[in-house]
């Protein structure tokens, strides 16, 4: 029998990369059009309109905070419409986000003419996208690969809370400090309760009950009379309907001057338009700490809600295709005087909340922000700021994840604890901290497996480290074999995805070969990776009928049967033996 063993993470072979496959690398939305209908389409426009009627608020507001002139938020049209072409996300929105904003504010002084300060915080942008294309050509995408699912589903429940509590100044009508401490700002809440604007929050628990009941009432009975409109359609025509008429209602009787509610007010009129910066400006922005910095949050804040998002909604997404077209779009949007641009944790909630499928959506948005200024300004400033925060506070809270908490905590107590601290640490130190602190807590385990394993690992044999992390290939006459590492985890959960994948054309070509997962060196597996493969077996009938798992140490069937794997494949389990690795898992 001839073997031969290979890594999962090679490339395609050139033969492989055909036009049609570059095409879809460069616009990754013609993997989705061929696929695309009209009632998605009507999602996706009722979708953007929403988000681009709370973006276009929202990057007033944002603008301030980063101490630049208001039209500045408008101006973020044009990386949006970048980022939806080339992203690989289906339902991510761009724009000013608050981390982002503030941090940009900071670098700002007093004395600065608006003029300079935006011409500063536009070449930031342009740094930020150049670090950004560098990373993302380099391969340096795929460092999110090793970042666990339980810290991004903790961090970005975390990022939920921050934003609702900054929402509840428009919430209750009190003017609230706007911070990334989600106990500072409930702190301040609590302090100015007493100066609340009875009126407003009615206002704001009605809208809050409407979306609510309007999700799950109101768009399922629509559907059932109409059953060829999805109840998602319905409930994004319920959101926008419900925008448009309040708005236009305060626009004839003016009930928000007369019940002392605040509104957006005034809208500056602008267009984006292209710029060139001077090499002046080039030298004096280029500030080390503060554009690493801003490339951090870019960065934590895009990745994180993209991986949330495309695992909520089961699709995968290309992690250096989209850090390098999160840089395309700060590039695009430091020539037309943005400040660096990031992926909303807010906006995309509302996206995702709506039913958005496809970056159509983003498109819409970005249409209506251009011209939402000059043909909609004085429309948008009889909009009440509670209907605003409603949109937002309604649409963030289904990124919170209790029940995944909860799941955790039956299925294994360290993961629960890691998506604690991914929790926690994020509301009491900030997202930067925060996140810092909860990458640390996911690597514990993985460290404490290695330790346990330093007199079985015989560090003499070059390829000690490929056997503990990496997916390996077996080349076998009959069956297709891959062998397990012996750590298995979030890091390389992706890698044997793929590598599955991968095989399974080779198999559906070859109708008499097998996919067997060779489990016999494994010593550890996480939640996460189990959580890979339910997800794979269950989206795959191919994958269920060929993939088999073989030599499953006995200690860690208790593991796969308490996630339920083994009703997806076959297991075959290992005999306890007096080897190395069963007294090694025996002894956990």
């Excluded at 979708?47 to 929202?58: C, D, E």
């Excluded at 600065?112 to 150049?130: C, D, K, Q």
């Excluded at 050509?137 to 991004?152: D, M, P, Q």
């Excluded at 006995?554 to 297991?571: A, P």
């Amino acid at each position: 029998m001839q073997q031969s063993f290979s890594d999962a993470n090679q490339p395609l072979p050139a033969s492989r990369l055909t036009f049609g496959a570059v095409l879809h690398n460069i616009f990754p939305s013609l993997k989705w059009l061929s696929s695309y209908d009209w009632y998605q389409f009507v999602t996706d426009i009722f979708a953007g309109l929403t988000v681009g009627l709370v973006g276009s608020v929202q990057g007033l507001s944002y603008s301030l905070l980063a101490k630049l002139p208001q039209s500045v938020g408008f101006h973020f049209a044009v990386p949006m419409f970048v980022e939806a072409l080339l992203s690989s996300s289906r339902n991510l929105i761009g724009g000013p986000v608050a981390l982002v904003s503030l941090s940009v504010g900071q670098s700002i002084t007093p004395e600065m003419a608006s003029s300079t300060a935006l011409e500063l915080a536009s070449v930031y942008s342009l740094y930020v996208g150049v670090v950004l294309i560098l990373l993302g050509l380099l391969g340096g995408g795929h460092l999110a690969n090793y970042i666990s699912r339980t810290v991004i589903l903790g961090f970005t429940s975390a990022v939920s809370i921050v934003i609702i509590c900054n929402e509840l100044g428009a919430l209750l009508g009190i003017s609230v400090i706007q911070s990334a401490y989600a106990w500072k700002v409930a702190g301040f809440v609590l302090q100015s309760v007493h100066q609340l604007n009875i009126s407003t929050t009615v206002l704001s628990i009605c809208i809050l009950i409407y979306f609510y009941v309007s999700k799950y009432y109101f768009s399922l009975y629509l559907q059932r009379f109409w059953q060829s409109i999805h109840s998602s359609i319905w409930y994004s025509f319920l959101m926008v309907g419900i925008l448009v008429a309040i708005t236009l209602l305060n626009s004839i009787i003016h009930f928000s001057s007369t019940f002392g509610m605040e509104v957006v007010g005034s809208v500056p009129q602008a267009f984006p338009k292209f710029r060139l910066p001077g090499m002046e400006m080039l030298r004096e922005a280029f500030r080390i700490r503060t554009i690493a910095t801003l490339t951090l949050l870019v960065l934590i804040e895009s990745t994180s809600i993209a991986l949330s998002l495309a695992s909520k909604q089961h699709y995968s997404i290309h992690l250096n295709r989209e850090v390098t077209s999160l840089g395309m779009a700060n590039m695009s949007g430091g020539l037309v005087q943005c400040y660096p641009f990031a992926a909303s944790f807010s906006r995309s909630a509302v996206n995702a909340n709506a039913g958005a499928k496809t970056p159509v959506a983003q498109m819409t948005a970005a249409v209506f922000l251009a011209f939402s200024s000059w043909g909609l300004a004085d429309f948008l400033r009889f909009v009440p700021k509670c209907l605003l925060a409603s949109v937002i506070c309604i649409s963030v809270s289904g990124l919170i994840e209790w029940k995944e908490w909860i799941r955790l905590l039956h299925l294994d107590v360290w993961e629960s604890v890691i998506f604690s601290a991914s929790f926690l640490a994020p509301l009491l130190l900030g997202s930067v901290w925060g996140l810092t602190l909860a990458l640390l807590a996911s690597y514990i385990p993985i460290a404490f497996q290695l330790w346990r394993m330093r007199d079985l690992v015989d560090r003499g044999v070059v390829d000690w480290w490929r056997r503990c992390f990496h997916v390996l290939r077996e080349q076998q006459v009959q069956h297709r074999v891959i062998r397990l590492p012996q750590l298995m985890f979030f890091g390389n959960a992706l890698s044997l995805e793929h590598c599955i994948e991968e095989e399974l054309e080779n198999v559906f070509i070859e109708s008499g070969s097998l996919i067997v997962l060779d489990a016999s060196q494994v010593v550890y597996m996480d939640i996460v990776m189990l959580d890979t493969l339910e997800n794979l077996l269950q989206a795959n009938e191919i994958a269920r009928k060929r993939c088999i798992v073989r030599d499953l140490p006995s200690s860690l069937m208790k593991r796969v049967t308490g996630h339920k794997l083994h009703k997806l494949i076959n297991i075959v389990a290992r005999e306890p033996t007096t080897n190395e690795y069963a007294e090694l898992l025996e002894a956990s």
